[in-house]
Structures are given as structure tokens and as C-alpha cells.
């Protein structure tokens, strides 16, 4: 019941943006959007996440769209080390808030 | 922040035997959710655990079970141990029950191989 599609892979040149789309179409009106990214031999880590507005942080911004339908994760500068798997997950908050309904995600490959 | 720290990192043990899997909290983190990661897979939700209760299970038999300790630690166990249960096991940690504030803090993992 993961309810977000994200794009298999992504390519990308080092020190260009990138921009990961991911829709979910069914989400509810009290569901946060999540996103976390998976290195290779590593737990995932936290990127960020929102409800409503976009959002920024120190690793990236996320643009969701007015009808919460769909998002986008903006890397403003792709490194090396942002070559990972990354995860758009819906969250109930509350009582589910702990669950993280992973899916496949998207391999983001960055080319020197 | 200490981060969280998970242990051991490999394990190896035979069909039909027990294990047991660690986990420390983030400092000022009072739930912890374990995961079960496939190879090539996404992470999948095995239970949460908030003030030493279980508090949300996903699609995992009895025999995974888990406790949370008043330090917030946390364990998860497994008994009658299958080839299929050969994974990495992820436990994360956050600070709830403040809605939607920031994120789960991962550790590395424990990888599980059955035999």
C-alpha cells in the first residue's frame, strides 16, 4: 500500500540540479510527504518532509503541487555523495506516524 | 545527538534457531520502529514502539517480536528463524507524539543470514 510512484532511475551531472518527481494521487488530506534517501550499506536517512507549502532545508527543497497530488524533491547542486536511493513515502502522522510504507524508490546515479 | 547504533552488525544462524537484535535510541527519542530490508528491496514496517508498548504492526508473523525498554532501547525478536527471514534489520527512532516534526533517525542496520 504504498500509494507513490517514482520514476526507476535518474541520471544526473555533478554541481546541476536535480529534480525527483513522485505522485500520489490518493493521498489524504492529513498525510505528510516524506522523503528519505538510502545509501549503499547505510540506513536510510532523513531528508525532509512536509504537508502542504514547500518546504527547504540544508540538503534539499520540496515543492508539492496545490493539489497534493504530486511532489518534487529539488537538489540544487548534485554531489557525488548524493548518489543514493531515494524514497517518497506518504505518512499518516499520528498513531501511524511510525510506519513508513516504503517502496521501490528511485537509484539516482551523479556523473563527475 | 548520539545517533542510533544497532548490534551486532552481521549475524549468521540456522533454520529453526532464535535471534535476538539490538537497537539504542537517539537521545530525547521515545519511539522505535523496526524494519526488515530485503536485498534490492525498500525497507518494509515490522511494528513501532511508543513508552514500552507496541504501538502499530505491519504484515509480520507472531514470531517477530520486539520490547522497549524505559532507556528507550529497544529489542527485536525472531524465533523459528526461516531462509526467507535472511535481511538487513533497521531500527529507526524519532520523537512523537509531535505530529509530522521532522523525521526517523535510522542506524546502519543488522544484517541477517539464515542457513
Known amino acids: 500500500d504504498a500509494k507513490t510512484t517514482q520514476p526507476n532511475s535518474m541520471e544526473s551531472n555533478e554541481e546541476e540540479p536535480v529534480h525527483l518527481p513522485c505522485n500520489h494521487s490518493?493521498?489524504?488530506?492529513?498525510?505528510?510527504i516524506h522523503w528519505y534517501r538510502q545509501l549503499p550499506s547505510q540506513g536510510p536517512e532523513y531528508v525532509i518532509h512536509g504537508l502542504t507549502s514547500n518546504v527547504n532545508n540544508r540538503m534539499a527543497s520540496l515543492a508539492i503541487a496545490e493539489d497534493r497530488k504530486s511532489s518534487t524533491l529539488i537538489l540544487h547542486r548534485a554531489t557525488l555523495r548524493d548518489a543514493a536511493v531515494y524514497y517518497c513515502?506518504?505518512?499518516?502522522?499520528?498513531?501511524?506516524?511510525?510506519?513508513?510504507?516504503f517502496g521501490q524508490g528511485t537509484i539516482l546515479t551523479v556523473h563527475p | 545527538e548520539t545517533g542510533v547504533t544497532q548490534s551486532p552488525t552481521h549475524l549468521i544462524k540456522t533454520r529453526g534457531q532464535q535471534v535476538t537484535l539490538r537497537c539504542s535510541s537517539q537521545s530525547g527519542h521515545n519511539t522505535v520502529s523496526w524494519y526488515q530490508q530485503a536485498l534490492g528491496q525498500g525497507p518494509q514496517f515490522i511494528f513501532q514502539y511508543y513508552r514500552e508498548e507496541e504501538n502499530g504492526r505491519g504484515n509480520f508473523p507472531p514470531r517477530f517480536s520486539g520490547l522497549q525498554f524505559p532507556n528507550y532501547s529497544s529489542e527485536l525478536n525472531v524465533n523459528a528463524l526461516e531462509l526467507d527471514d535472511s535481511a538487513l534489520y533497521l531500527c529507526?527512532?524519532?520523537?512523537?507524539?509531535?505530529?509530522?516534526?521532522?523525521?526517523?533517525?535510522f542506524g546502519s542496520g543488522t544484517r541477517l543470514t539464515v542457513v
Open positions: 490518493t493521498i489524504s488530506g492529513t498525510d505528510y
Open positions: 529507526a527512532s524519532s520523537e512523537i507524539p509531535l505530529r509530522g516534526r521532522g523525521g526517523y533517525t
Open positions: 513515502i506518504r505518512n499518516a502522522g499520528g498513531t501511524s506516524y511510525g510506519k513508513l510504507t
